[in-house]
């Protein structure tokens, strides 16, 4: 079983839909939670954080569910600029430090 | 402007040859990290490093190298013991272990293709 396990994708969607991504990991011990965005070729840049209680920022909500370790990422009121690939991130802290796992992402489309 | 710079762009390399792509950070961050995606596949750790001097290997070291001997900066080098070095090669850092929640910044990446 992978670490950070996402639907690749492609979610199409139409302009001004809601659209929810969904996250699993395997390891309990995970400490923190993100979500980074990456456009085609470029490099991840951070979206949000995940806190314990959920959190929201504009049209962007995130959850994280530890019973099940699980995180999701809502997106309301799509834009064309949102089409991206979406990496769910978690933290681990080991003996050499803090280590990142990354999924494989979720590839966003929001069309006309 | 902080932030992090990976040079070059774009590199194409001989098969059998070393090449060294650099990272430089002026964020003040003690840690920093190289990372290679491969299509269709998450961002894999290579080496990693807390602390000036010191650093240590991630799930794929396998055929890389790398030094820490200023903060700002941590080169990586591609030798010809790396079996599949065409990949997009990603640095990033972020404060450290203190506290926090350690959000790493990336680079713009560099896309090695070996011929």
């Known amino acids: 079983r992978k670490e950070v396990e996402q639907d690749p994708g492609p979610f199409n969607v139409p302009e001004g839909a809601t659209v929810a991504f969904n996250c699993t990991y395997s390891n309990s011990a995970s400490q923190s939670f993100f979500w980074y965005r990456q456009d085609c070729r470029k490099e991840p840049k951070l979206l949000m954080s995940?806190?314990?209680s959920g959190n929201e920022d504009g049209r962007f909500t995130a959850q994280l569910n530890r019973a099940s370790q699980y995180i999701s990422l809502l997106i309301r009121d799509s834009k064309l600029s949102d089409s991206a690939t979406y990496l769910c991130v978690v933290k681990v802290l080991t003996g050499g430090g803090n280590k990142l796992t990354f999924g494989t992402g979720t590839q966003l489309k929001v069309e006309l | 402007d902080g932030g992090i710079t990976q040079s070059p762009k774009y590199l194409f390399r001989k098969e059998g040859q070393n090449v060294t792509l650099s990272c430089e950070q002026n964020l003040n961050h003690d840690a920093m990290y190289w990372y290679r995606q491969d299509p269709g596949q998450g961002l894999r750790l290579i080496y990693y490093?807390?602390?000036?001097?010191?650093?240590q290997k991630g799930d794929i070291a396998e055929g890389y190298s790398v030094s820490r001997e200023k903060k700002e900066s941590f080169p990586l080098t591609v030798t010809s013991a790396q079996k599949n070095p065409t990949a997009f090669y990603l640095c990033?850092?972020?404060?450290?272990?203190?506290?926090?929640?350690?959000?790493?910044?990336f680079g713009p990446g560099t896309r090695l293709t070996v011929l």
């Open positions: 995940v806190y314990s």
């Open positions: 990033a850092s972020s404060r450290g272990l203190a506290g926090g929640l350690n959000e790493q910044f």
């Open positions: 490093s807390q602390i000036v001097n010191d650093f």
